[in-house]
């Protein structure tokens, strides 16, 4: 039986600085504080993240946040057991203001320090929200990725597949740029959709008819860039009502497709995994009640459980973080003063990388 421990940890990876403590078990944990800075405001004028202003920013601002996640918890840092940080994958300067930060405190603190995968982060949420047991499946929706994951434990996921393109979450921040909606576009797109009409643009579902659970979303962005442009007048402007039509095509086209895909995962998954039929959902996108909705659908008609964290659980946090370390710390070494910040660092080492991974080497 592991013994309790309290973790403080930091997340830093894309545009928000978060802290936070969780103490408990893996399985079993609970979150004493959990701080969030947003740096959406910053980004605001520039329709996107820029890089250098988001290191910036979480420069100034990380240590206010360590502070605040302690005097939330009613705790100092000689009453924690060790400090995890969000390692990679993400924006490299951000990345790299949490890991000095952690490296910091753990020196002056001499506590253990574990690197931990963002992406660990999000598919091991449902351990932290619903003690969920493994093996599970996930479905990983945010910004930058999009895969399905068999959770096997705490440090082995089997990819089952992915997009080979554009993420979701991209996807929508994209088209939100493109009907002249705010970022982050996600929330910005499902407002609009409300009040829109989902079966006026057939646009594409791709790959939902061919064998395999990869996704791909670029194909799907440009038809919407198409669609916009037969829909703006002379002066260049958009009528609400076409935003909110096509926000709310756009929105049904990706709910198609992950729908489609979650169906061919589930049968794969639960093929090896008749005994544990459970669906779990994390990332950004995972925020989204029109694609909770249709993910409800596929798994009620494969008779599994489907589980979603809720919504500030969903998006960036460092809870996520400190109950990932709390689910490693049994099964790997902490890592030293040597900890590097990664920009790309798959979760799945074992299959073979994504289409689509750069230069750099794979992405996910
Ligand atoms: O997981 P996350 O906070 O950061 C990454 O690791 O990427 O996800 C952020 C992404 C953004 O692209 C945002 O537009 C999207 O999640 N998102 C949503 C919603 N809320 C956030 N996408 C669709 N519907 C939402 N309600
Ligand atoms: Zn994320």
Do not use: W
């Amino acid at each position: 039986m592991p013994e309790t421990a309290t973790v403080l940890a930091l997340e830093s990876s894309c545009d928000d600085t978060a802290a936070a403590v969780v103490s408990g078990v893996p399985g079993d944990m609970h979150i004493l504080s959990s701080v969030v800075y947003g740096q959406t405001d910053l980004h605001a004028g520039f329709g996107g993240v820029v890089p250098e202003i988001a290191a910036r920013a979480h420069a100034e601002v990380l240590d206010v946040c360590v502070a605040a996640a302690l005097r939330d918890a009613d705790l100092s840092l000689d009453d924690v057991d060790g400090i995890g940080v969000t390692c990679g994958p993400g924006l490299i300067g951000g990345v790299v203001s949490g890991v000095m930060t952690a490296k910091g405190l753990a020196a002056a603190s001499g506590l253990p320090l574990y690197g931990i995968n963002h992406l660990a982060g999000h598919a091991l949420t449902p351990r932290l929200t619903d003690g969920v047991q493994f093996p599970y499946l996930m479905l990983l929706v945010s910004g930058g990725h999009c895969q399905f994951l068999i959770a096997h434990n705490p440090v082995r996921f089997e990819r089952l597949g992915g997009t080979i393109d554009d993420a979701p979450g991209e996807a929508f921040d994209k088209v939100a740029r493109l009907i002249g909606l705010g970022q982050p576009g996600g929330p910005a797109v499902e407002a609009a959709a409300r009040s829109g009409d989902a079966a006026r643009f057939a646009f594409p579902r791709p790959l939902t008819h061919k064998p395999g659970c990869d996704l791909s979303f670029s194909g799907l962005k440009t038809a919407v860039l198409r669609a916009r442009d037969d829909c703006v007048d002379d002066l260049n402007q958009l009528r609400a009502q076409d935003q909110a039509d096509l926000a709310a095509s756009f929105q049904a086209a990706v709910a198609d497709s992950l729908a489609a895909k979650t169906a061919h995962a589930l049968s794969v998954y639960l093929a090896q995994n008749p005994h544990q039929p459970v669906l779990c959902v994390a990332g950004g996108v995972a925020a989204n009640m029109a694609i909770r909705t249709v993910l409800e659908t596929v798994c009620s008609a494969f008779d599994t459980d489907f589980l979603a964290p809720p919504l500030g659980l969903c998006t960036d946090n460092a809870a996520m973080i400190a109950a990932a370390t709390i689910e490693q710390m049994p099964h790997r070494a902490p890592d030293g003063m040597g900890l590097s910040a990664r920009p790309r660092m798959p979760l799945d080492t074992e299959s073979a990388a994504m289409l689509g991974s750069g230069k750099k080497g794979a992405k996910a």
